[in-house]
């Protein structure tokens, strides 16, 4: 959702960049005496640059701490920036598209900017720079294809409290891109395609903003349909799959319920603290996500993240001559739940879905007045690229563990029979690389560990109680360093 609405905004300001690309239809007196008692403006833009080049920079670059005046101190850039919207030329090429734009206004005050038209859109960057130190080489969303009268819109709500932004993405049945990223010369791909809910003809997403004085909100608007990631592949220079006809298969999401689901974003204004912090807060219900290989798949039916109230979060830059990259804490958790409604098995379409397997439930999360730590960093001898995960839990982090045997629509029925346990952690440290190779997703493990203990293991009904089965300790759990995983499809 936030991707295809920041792609919104972008598609409405397209009509008001003043680049040579861009060339606006005029309006005479006769064409204005056709619309008269009509309300709002209509928009034509021509693309005339021959490739249908909208936008291109070289380099985007925001810099936090910028001590020296020169931009060179902790920043995050981005290279080679281009925005290409095209059509068919009717002879198997392309040129520069035509699109249409309205703004008007509703009887309620709302300024409604609406972008329809569109053909085919294509965003494309270079490498993205954290403190000197590339993450990856290039990414791009290609073809994004406009079926039918697809469109982006942009509304400026009028709403007693202030005005607040929405920003709706609507796809008709077809509508799809391709995605992909490049780190070590090997190139990840994929297919995206946007499905309507069964009895609509379009995928539907939505994103609020609002502000303060104080700063921003995002928050989560309604989604129907489902929102599919395909053929995920591993590529050579040459553009050739590194498995043969084999790919990873497909994943995907779809049918979301937001009762209410936003996050905050600030200046720190703790004492000697940068970068930004904020709140996040969900009670969201994604109604199926599945992964599929060939014609079977596995789907995690009324998946539940809810966070019960707020949760904290801090987010820096850090550059300290050793290494660069993203530091961010997490905390105030004290009652947070993950909860899978349903497992089932169907064919790869979602028919002839199985009864449910179970449901699966990680319930009252709880820090312990302790906070997540997390560092996504750039370092010399990972690759070319590549990146280094580091996370870290220390003191307390205790959950309950709860697996029932239900159906799909009454997932945590009391009476269904359970296997439940209390899950205590201590002290948890995971330190890993992450790259993209030849042979695969290569994940390291450079630290690992923790002790756990699972307390409290129950099997029964609640009203038939079946006693303890007892607790299980782990001690001094670690990993071996140098120690990897490695993901491939299979061979």
């Known amino acids: 959702m936030k991707q295809t609405s920041l792609c919104s905004v972008f598609a409405v300001l397209l009509p008001f960049t003043s680049s040579p690309a861009l060339a606006l239809q005029t309006l005479s007196e006769n064409s204005l005496s056709a619309v008269t008692g009509q309300a709002g403006l209509t928009i034509e833009t021509q693309i005339n640059e021959a490739q249908g080049n909208v936008l291109t920079a070289s380099e985007f670059r925001f810099t936090e701490a910028d001590r020296a005046g020169d931009g060179q101190d902790e920043y995050l850039a981005v290279e080679n920036i281009l925005v290409r919207a095209t059509q068919d030329d009717g002879s198997g090429g392309r040129i520069g598209d035509q699109f249409v734009t309205t703004l008007d206004v509703s009887a309620e005050g709302n300024l409604i900017i609406r972008t329809s038209g569109m053909d085919y859109l294509t965003v494309q960057t270079g490498k993205v720079v954290l403190g000197g130190r590339a993450l990856f080489e290039s990414m791009s969303i290609n073809d994004w294809n406009f079926a039918g009268n697809s469109f982006l ?68 608007g309604e989604t129907q349909g489902s929102f599919e990631v395909n053929n995920i592949t591993l590529r050579d220079g040459n553009g050739d799959n590194l498995f043969g006809a084999n790919d990873f298969g497909d994943i995907g999401y779809g049918d979301i319920d937001v009762v209410s689901g936003y996050m905050t974003l600030r200046a720190n204004d703790e004492s000697g603290r940068e970068g930004i912090r904020g709140e996040v807060a969900s009670n969201i219900t994604v109604g199926t996500a599945f992964y599929r290989t060939g014609d079977q798949r596995v789907n995690f039916r009324n998946a539940a993240i809810n966070t019960n109230g707020e949760i904290q979060y801090q987010l820096d830059f850090i550059n300290n001559g050793y290494a660069t990259g993203l530091e961010g804490v997490i905390d ?33 999360l709880n820090f312990n007045g302790g906070a997540l730590e997390v560092g996504l960093y750039t370092l010399g001898g990972q690759g070319s690229q590549g990146l280094r995960l580091d996370t870290t839990l220390a003191g307390k982090t205790s959950f309950d563990l709860t697996i029932k045997d239900s159906p799909i629509d009454d997932p945590f029925n009391d009476s269904a029979p359970a296997l439940t346990a209390e899950v205590v952690m201590q002290n948890v440290s995971l330190a890993q690389t992450v790259d993209q190779t030849e042979k695969g997703l290569h994940i390291g493990i450079v630290d690992a560990s923790m002790d756990a203990s699972i307390n409290s293991i129950q099997a029964g009904t609640g009203a038939n109680y079946q006693g303890q089965t007892g607790r299980l300790v782990v001690n001094n759990f670690s990993l071996q360093p140098g120690s990897y995983l490695r993901v491939q499809p299979l061979q």
């Open 332 to 364: 105030e958790v004290s009652d947070v739940d993950f909860v899978v409604g349903g497992l089932t098995l169907s064919d790869g379409d979602g028919n002839n879905e199985s009864v449910s397997m179970g449901a699966y439930g990680i319930e009252n």
């Open 153 to 220: 819109e942009t509304t400026v709500l009028n709403e007693a409290d202030g005005a607040r932004v929405r920003y709706r993405t609507v796809m008709e049945d077809g509508s799809g891109l391709g995605f992909a990223f490049v780190e070590d010369g090997v190139t990840f791909t994929s297919d995206v395609v946007f499905k309507p809910a069964t009895g609509n003809t379009a995928f539907i997403s939505e994103l609020f903003l609002s502000g303060d004085l104080d700063g921003v909100k995002l928050e989560f």
